[in-house]
């Protein structure tokens, strides 16, 4: 799938967001290292040529970017793509998060990491991570591989998240082994399990999963924009896309399922943005979920409720990273006042 949009540069522009009595919780955000940053960007230039973020788009511009659109907390989330970055790329996480109040960090593993439940339980119990997160098709390796055990049972110890990327499985040219989902999703039942990207387009595996395991959960990132991209194309709106490789018709088969993800399911529903790198800023992406209409409340749900409910249900306060509705405390502070009362 390759998509370009005319005059894509106006979804990039990070202008407030419209919300009353909330703010959008961000469950999907990526701030790097430089190297790893540029790297992310000319890859996306790659399959979007008009792309407007410049290689050297950083750590202060994206932070920047949030706090215009008033996103006050967000997940921010890394992956090796080789074992030998890993625990320098957690470390980064760790002192990132540590500084910016409302920062959520999870860290990550690579399949040849040789010490794999270390460095788990470092970024646990030592970084205070929420959780961890894998991106199998970049990562060239199952989320599911029996080798990463020894990552599950620090996560089933500790009742934490794993956030895995899943679906635009014909993008990537690699599939998500359901089997072994399922089997995991029954095997560690305190680990919450988020399938990033839905499992896009197939929602009505989604749906069934969230029937079945009361730890899976949905992020929509990305997915949200391009099912406004097939509803523009059903619907003969001009909304700017000019679409390559993309297949109406199998997107098609699973648009009820759409619907009712949201109608029906919003509980265990999230919906994150990939800024800086997904199909635009938070206006331009919250534009792309008010579309469909499904209404204030499950608006609410998507851009904060369910965060906040995936948190409570891991033994996790959003406070304990540092940001409330009426006061800012940094990660490393809130530490010190815990050492120093305990």
């Given at each position: ?34 190297r ?84 788990t ?38 009742g ?19 089997k072994d989902?399922?089997?995991h ?21 989604a ?123 940094s ?12």
């Amino acid at each position: 799938m390759k998509m370009l949009e005319k005059g894509f540069e106006r979804r990039f522009q990070d202008l407030p967001l419209e919300l009353e009595g909330y703010d959008w919780f961000d469950p999907h955000v990526h701030i790097l290292p430089p190297r790893r940053m540029k790297g992310l960007i000319r890859w996306v230039k790659g399959f979007f040529p008009g792309f407007p973020l410049p290689e050297d788009y950083g750590r202060e511009q994206v932070l920047k970017g949030l706090e215009r659109a008033g996103v006050r907390r967000f997940f921010n989330l890394v992956f090796p793509l080789w074992a030998e970055e890993t625990e320098e790329l957690n470390r980064f996480n760790y002192e990132l998060c540590s500084g910016v109040p409302g920062a959520v960090p999870f860290g990550s593993l690579h399949l040849d990491h040789p010490d794999k439940e270390a460095e788990t339980a470092r970024c646990i119990l030592e970084y205070g991570f929420a959780g961890m997160k894998l991106h199998p098709f970049a990562q060239g390796f199952s989320a599911f591989h029996e080798e990463m055990r020894p990552m599950y049972e620090v996560l089933q110890d500790a009742g934490r998240p794993l956030l895995v990327h899943t679906g635009f499985e014909e993008f990537y040219g690699m599939a998500i082994p359901l089997k072994d989902l399922e089997r995991h999703l029954s095997r560690w039942d305190k680990v919450q399990v988020v399938a990033v990207h839905g499992l896009f387009p197939r929602f009505d595996v989604a749906l069934g999963l969230l029937e079945s395991y009361p730890n899976f959960w949905v992020d929509l990132t990305n997915s949200v924009s391009c099912m406004r991209i097939y509803y523009q194309y059903k619907g003969g709106e001009d909304g700017g896309w000019e679409v390559q490789g993309f297949d109406p018709y199998e997107i098609s088969k699973y648009e009820r399922h759409f619907e009712k993800l949201l109608e029906e399911n919003a509980g265990r529903v999230i919906y994150g943005t990939d800024y800086p790198v997904g199909f635009g800023a938070h206006r331009a992406l919250l534009e792309d979920l008010r579309y469909f209409r499904f209404g204030e409340g499950v608006e609410r749900q998507l851009l904060h409720d369910s965060v906040l409910s995936l948190l409570s249900r891991c033994g996790i306060e959003a406070t304990d990273y540092g940001r409330e509705e009426e006061e800012i405390t940094s990660l490393a502070e809130l530490r010190h006042q815990k050492e120093s009362s305990g």
